[in-house]
């Protein structure tokens, strides 16, 4: 029936049709619910059956994991607070909807924890859905293309790297300026050069930083902050981080901080399912973590007594910050990273050297995977063009 439907009113949005200019509305609802219909008639073919659509539901599947974690977490820190201070008293509507349904604030409780983080991911991912689509469907009318899955992992990532406290305005901002300035004015997907959830989680860090560092903003419960691990490790070292969290809990996500990035273990069950599905690169995660790891233990060799960074053993770069978010989900981009294999190699090492030197020398940014993965994308093109050069040179040499 909604076939039926659809096919219908598909000569109004066609060429000559009175909502001829709103076709790319029809094409987006008519490819989400089904298959489409269009096949290539002329040759070069390439036989393949991934296509667009199922290459973005594979990642977004990928972030399955993160994203029940990062409900459950944020549901589990706030109730945790709330628990622990019994005369606070919760205001405003998530706490009337817990209430209505007798949900409650009980950290123990699986359903509790989930429910009240469910609060405050929803409305992040919907106004980062409608303010990010406006754009996506504003573009494809005005240059007349379908609009492209692309936007739906855009979407769940750039979500995914935001604290659950941020306000709703500066989320419709970021995702903005992420995928106007970040992707659309370069042409649309497939001709960024920079990540567009990245550039729009950089823009809100640089432009509103008390909404996006510091202590106040890890914890959902208003008057309540906590510092996040990593930062307690730039300030204190990480005899100091043991002492409030385990490796185990870090490794877990059972610590504060952005909705989606805590959880290590998350990550790496997504990252396993794009690597098993050939969605991402291997080459790249793994160039990634072996920078990360050469370069933390090569600092490991300093005297930390000023520099508490210096210390960090490589084991926890892994599990602190968004770094393991960040290599499985933001660094294997394709369209973004490199393309060569050699290059993927040199990409991911980069990253990895980029996001612990940040963290160690750098004592303004105790995060450096986003920074680190922007910079390398600048340079990914060069890191292609480098490798495809020695190809050539060295196929001349050797028949030449």
Known sequence: ML?????????MFKKGGP??????????????????ADTTRSAPHIRDGLDLKRLMTYVVLATLPCVLMAMWNTGYQANLQIAQLESIEMEGWRASTLMMFGVGFNPDSIFA???????YFLPIYLVTLAAGGFWEVLFAIVRKHD?????FVTSMLFTLTLPATIPLWQVALGISFGVVIGKEVFGGTGKNFLNPALVGRAFLYFAFPAHMSGESVWVAVDGMSSATPLAIAAQSGTET???????LQAFLGVIPGSLG?????ACL?????????????????????????????????????????????????????????????????????????????????????????????????????????????????????????????KRVKKHG
Not at 147 to 151: H, R
Not at 241 to 247: K, V
Not at 305 to 319: E, G, K, T
Request: aromatic share 18%.
């Open 113 to 119: 924890c989930i429910f009240h983080g469910f609060l």
């Open 3 to 11: 076939r039926r439907f659809l096919d219908r009113i598909e000569p």
């Open 261 to 265: 990035e805590t959880s290590a273990l």
């Open 19 to 36: 909502y001829e200019k709103y076709y790319p509305i029809y094409e987006m609802l008519d490819t989400f619910l089904y298959s489409p």
């Open 241 to 247: 981080l043991a002492t409030h969290h385990s490796w």
């Open 147 to 151: 609009v492209n899955e692309g936007f």
């Open 269 to 393: 069950i997504g990252g396993a399912f794009l690597i098993f599905t050939r969605i991402a690169s291997w080459r790249i995660v793994f160039g990634v973590f072996l920078g990360m790891v050469l370069t933390a233990s090569f600092f490991n060799l300093f005297d930390s007594s000023q520099n508490s960074m210096l210390a960090m053993p490589w084991y926890w770069h892994l599990v602190l910050g968004g770094f393991a978010f960040g290599m499985v989900f933001m660094a294997t981009d394709p369209v973004s990273a490199s393309m060569t294999n050699a290059g993927r190699w040199i990409f991911g090492l980069l990253i990895g050297f980029m996001t612990v030197l940040i963290r160690v020398i750098n004592p303004a940014f105790p995060e450096g995977i986003m920074l680190a993965i922007l910079f390398a994308n600048v340079f990914a093109p060069l890191i292609d063009y480098c490798v495809i050069q020695w190809h050539i040179r």
